[in-house]
Each structure stands twice: as C-alpha cells, then as structure tokens.
C-alpha cells in the first residue's frame, strides 16, 4: 500500500510507523487512520516484527482530530475499528511521544502498551472541549490511572506534562527530546530479545476489551447527538 499520511519502515524486527502530517502538527483525519489501521494489519501479518513503535513526524506527536476533514467523514472517523486493532495487536506496541499528544493524539498514544515521552511533551483528552468524545479512552484510562485522575483528564480536558503523566502512572519513561527514539529503540529492543510467543500471550492476557457493550452504546449515543442522528459505522 502507498501511504500518503503515514510512514512505515520495519528494520531489525521493529516496526516504526510515523504520523506524517507535520505541518498540522500530525492532526489526524480519516484518511490518516485509515491508513494507520492498514499499517497495523501490515506489521501484525509480518513474522518478521516482533514489536512497533508509534510516533510524529517533525515537533509534535499528534494534534488530535484534523478539523479540515470533511463533516461527511465523522461517522466513519468515530468508529473503533482502528483503536481496537491499535489495542489488540498482537505484537507489543509502543509510543514515542513528543511536543503535542491531544485529543485523538492522545488516545492512540494511550492504547499502546508502552510510553516514552520527551521532555516537551503535552498531553490532554481534550475531545469534550471541541464538542466531541475521547471514545477511546473511557475503558482504558480509568485502569490506567485510576477513576480520579480519569474523571479529571477527561471531565476538565486538562493538559498536563511529560512529568505529571510519568507522576500519574500515564506514561513508562520521560527522557529528553533528542533522546526520544533512542529510548524507545532500546525499550523495543529489549522485548526483541525475550521469547516472542511468552511475550505474545503476556500481552492477551493483559488486555481486556476496549470497550464493554455499556460504553458502546454510550459512545454510539453520544456521537448520534453529536452528529445530528447520523450513524456511527
């Protein structure tokens, strides 16, 4: 497949898939995630990767939702099909997190297994701020961080630092921007080295479902609203 949003390169049995639209701070819009979920189906078939890292091309990591994609678009873009093949994978994901981490930028960030973030990094669930749902993150964020701190990030759209987030349990390792790749490259090569099927089936167990049939049905009801009774595919 040709990618136009995104950059896929595998090198010694890591996967790194960038989020290339840097001149809108890799805001994400359809298209991008559309491409996003081929790349995962991509590495997942590849006995050759062992784990994949998600990043940003140039200062940002993602900016949330590209408000220049089209209103016709929505319904598709609130799917969960993405999140739940980012979630599910079988391979260990990680991401690499600098400058801007919001909104759906955050949450793609969120439902990989491991994060490092730069020093400069900035995270929010801010989707409730521009009248839309952090979807992705009303399952796994709570288990992550705890209720509290959950009902914060989201009811109040907060953005909070690379520290605050490492302080909250939110993120693995903060290390400085220039040494971002690196740390995420040695974290990855790491479980490279461990026994892939005991890696592999340490992950299924850890996962649970992105979402139980109550938060669908409260996401589907939400964005019904939202979007003037159009569906959610």
Same mark, same amino acid.
């Given at each position: 497949?040709?990618? =136009? #949003?995104?950059?896929? +390169?595998?090198?010694?049995? /890591?996967?790194?898939?960038?989020?290339?639209?840097?001149?809108?701070?890799?805001?994400?819009?359809?298209?991008?995630?559309?491409?996003?979920?081929?790349?995962?189906?991509?590495?997942?078939?590849? +006995?050759? /990767?062992?784990?994949?890292?998600?990043?940003?091309?140039? !200062?940002?990591?993602?900016?949330?939702?590209?408000? @220049?994609?089209?209103?016709?678009?929505?319904?598709?873009? &609130?799917?969960?099909?993405?999140? +739940?093949?980012?979630?599910? *994978? &079988? #391979?260990?994901?990680?991401?690499?997190?600098?400058?801007?981490?919001?909104?759906?930028?955050?949450?793609?960030?969120?439902?990989?297994?491991?994060?490092?973030?730069?020093?400069?990094?900035?995270?929010?669930? /801010?989707?409730?701020?521009?009248? &839309? *749902?952090?979807?992705? %993150?009303?399952?796994?964020?709570?288990?992550?961080?705890?209720?509290?701190?959950?009902?914060?990030?989201?009811? =109040?759209?907060?953005?909070?630092? %690379?520290? +605050?987030?490492? !302080?909250?349990?939110?993120?693995?390792?903060?290390?400085?921007?220039?040494? $971002?790749? @690196?740390?995420?490259?040695?974290?990855?090569?790491?479980?490279?080295?461990?026994?892939?099927?005991?890696?592999?089936? =340490?992950?299924?167990? *850890? !996962?649970?479902?992105? &979402?139980?049939?109550?938060? *669908?049905?409260?996401?589907?009801?939400?964005?019904?609203?939202? $979007?003037?009774?159009?569906?959610?595919?």
């Amino acid at each position: 497949m040709n990618y =136009t #949003k995104i950059l896929l +390169e595998k090198k010694e049995q /890591i996967a790194i898939i960038t989020l290339n639209q840097p001149d809108k701070l890799n805001a994400i819009n359809l298209e991008m995630k559309n491409e996003l979920y081929a790349a995962l189906v991509d590495v997942e078939a590849d +006995e050759s /990767i062992r784990v994949v890292i998600l990043t940003g091309a140039g !200062r940002s990591f993602c900016s949330g939702h590209d408000n @220049d994609d089209s209103m016709e678009t929505l319904p598709e873009f &609130a799917s969960l099909k993405e999140e +739940e093949k980012l979630y599910h *994978l &079988a #391979k260990p994901t990680i991401a690499a997190v600098k400058g801007y981490a919001l909104g759906d930028g955050a949450q793609q960030a969120l439902l990989c297994d491991l994060i490092v973030a730069g020093e400069d990094a900035v995270i929010g669930f /801010i989707g409730p701020e521009i009248g &839309a *749902l952090c979807y992705g %993150a009303y399952t796994v964020l709570p288990a992550v961080v705890g209720s509290r701190q959950a009902n914060e990030l989201l009811l =109040t759209c907060k953005r909070i630092s %690379a520290r +605050e987030a490492y !302080r909250i349990g939110l993120v693995n390792q903060v290390v400085p921007g220039e040494e $971002l790749m @690196d740390a995420a490259l040695e974290m990855a090569g790491s479980i490279v080295k461990l026994p892939s099927k005991s890696i592999q089936y =340490t992950k299924k167990a *850890l !996962r649970a479902p992105l &979402a139980t049939d109550h938060h *669908l049905a409260t996401v589907e009801e939400g964005w019904r609203d939202i $979007l003037g009774g159009l569906k959610v595919n």
